[in-house]
Nanobody, 121 residues
Framework: QVQLVESGGGLVQAGGSLRLSCAAS????????MGWYRQAPGKQRELVAN???????KYADSVKGRFTISRDNAKNTVYLQMNSLKPEDTAVYYC???????????????WGQGTQVTVSS
């Protein structure tokens, strides 16, 4: 079992900043990737940023230059620094972790409960 606990969402004015955090815990053998997705009302969930342990970090075109993803591997934590926020960034943001557990050593896809980010104009 893997648990992802997110924090840092909230209400901010356009042009402002927020920092999201997501800590993974449980029977973790290895984390292969951590990232953030978001879902706005009436829209599909979309990738915001993803950081594999041994690959290239990816960003959605809409957030390049404004958002920065980072990881603290010692704490199994991923962060999303969001600057120059726009009203169209309003969504529920979900943490994702691709984890190999001690339970069966298979890779599994895990999701946090989501945190609301609201950007007012």
């Amino acid at each position: 079992q893997v648990q992802l606990v997110e924090s840092g969402g909230g209400l901010v004015q356009a042009g402002g900043s927020l920092r999201l955090s997501c800590a993974a815990s449980g029977s973790i053998f290895r984390i292969n990737a951590m990232g953030w997705y978001r879902q706005a009302p009436g829209k599909q969930r979309e990738l915001v940023a993803n950081m594999p342990s041994d690959g290239i970090t990816k960003y959605a075109d809409s957030v390049k230059g404004r958002f920065t993803i980072s990881r603290d591997n010692a704490k199994n934590t991923v962060y999303l620094q969001m600057n120059s926020l726009k009203p169209e960034d309003t969504a529920v943001y979900y943490c994702n972790a691709v984890v190999v557990t001690h339970t069966n050593y298979y890779e599994s896809d895990n999701w946090g409960q989501g945190t609301q980010v609201t950007v007012s104009s």
